[in-house]
């Protein structure tokens, strides 16, 4: 009980406290998830994306100027 009393008193009495849970939580779900995300996209699709075919293509990583 103890334990539910003191998360109580240091997060949810105060609002402003709540709130600034509530909004760096979400931030930091938000970049690891991000992360996460990424790493499984390029592990699943290894070999497909532009950074791995673009080694293959002649000419490929070159810069075209317009000019």
């Known amino acids: ?7 109580f008193n240091t997060v949810f009495k105060r609002n ?23 790493k499984w996209w390029e592990a699943r699709n290894k070999g497909k994306l532009w950074k791995d075919v673009k080694l293959t293509i002649p000419g ?8």
């Open 1 to 7: 009980m103890s334990f539910y009393h003191t998360v």
């Open 16 to 38: 402003s406290v709540f709130l600034t849970t509530i909004f760096a939580g979400a931030f930091v779900f938000q970049a690891v998830f991000d992360e996460g995300v990424n």
């Open 60 to 67: 490929a990583g070159e810069e075209e100027d317009d000019e």
